[in-house]
Nanobody, 123 residues
Framework: QVQLVESGGGLVQAGGNLRLSCAAS????????MGWFRQPPGKEREFVAA????????HYADPVAGRFTVARDNAKNTVYLQMNSLKAEDTAVYYC????????????????WGQGTQVTVSS
């Protein structure tokens, strides 16, 4: 089992930046990737970005490509989501997840989830 704890959320003005962190503990070596998802108010949870543990290959959802960067520190078992040029539509609860085998875009392929961290972007 993998335990995940997110941090770094908060309130920021449009155009600002935030960095989220996700600290993982447990049997992370058996997970293919770490993903970031978000759930805007009143909407379903959606894919944001993912990175594979071993090779560091990254994937991004179209709305965040070019603005968000996902990175990992294998020694610290921590994954980061650097969010730049934030927009009001980025407002959501952000979750990190471990898993991803079979497709990093699909939340059903992840079996461990953090508790989420709120990101609010004011316009």
């Amino acid at each position: 089992q993998v335990q995940l704890v997110e941090s770094g959320g908060g309130l920021v003005q449009a155009g600002g930046n935030l960095r989220l962190s996700c600290a993982a503990s447990g049997r992370t070596f058996i997970r293919f990737a770490m993903g970031w998802f978000r759930q805007p108010p009143g909407k379903e949870r959606e894919f944001v970005a993912a990175i594979t543990w071993r090779s560091g290959i990254t994937h991004y959802a179209d709305p965040v490509a070019g603005r968000f960067t996902v990175a990992r520190d294998n020694a610290k078992n921590t994954v980061y989501l650097q969010m730049n040029s934030l927009k009001a539509e980025d407002t959501a609860v952000y979750y990190c997840a471990a898993g991803g085998a079979g497709g990093t875009y699909n939340l059903r392929n992840y079996d461990s989830w953090g508790q989420g961290t709120q990101v609010t972007v004011s316009s």
